[in-house]
């Protein structure tokens, strides 16, 4: 059974930083490109970062220059470093990966930006 475990959410203040983790389970983990997306409340979810087999990156256009996605594929885990936070980036952040057609989530971690 494929499981995404987000971990590494909290409360900052504005200008701080944070590092998302996400453990994969339940797949060969090097096989599949794991991204990263946000909801923020009344708003839709969004994808905020995503890194393929080969380590190969793409951004929102709002984070990019402020967080990096990495993967550990011996750890099974993808991280998401997030420097220079801003208000805006309040939202659950969730972990994903398209196993066989359909996307796989893990439960979120909520992340809380303050001016």
């Known amino acids: 059974q494929v499981q995404l475990v987000e971990s590494g959410g909290g409360s900052v203040q504005a200008g701080g930083s944070l590092r998302l983790s996400c453990v994969v389970s339940?797949?060969?983990?090097?096989?599949?490109?794991i991204h990263w997306h946000r909801q923020a409340p009344g708003k839709q979810r969004e994808l905020v970062a995503i890194?393929?087999?080969?380590?190969?990156?793409d951004y929102l256009t709002s984070v990019k220059g402020r967080f990096t996605i990495s993967r550990d594929n011996l750890q099974n885990t993808v991280y998401l470093q997030m420097n220079s936070l801003k208000v805006e980036d309040t939202a659950v952040y969730y972990c994903?990966?398209?196993?066989?057609?359909?996307?796989?989530w893990g439960q979120g971690t909520q992340v809380t930006v303050s001016s």
């Open positions: 994903a990966t398209d196993v066989a057609g359909l996307t796989r």
């Open positions: 890194i393929g087999t080969t380590g190969i990156t």
């Open positions: 339940g797949l060969n983990f090097r096989d599949y490109s």
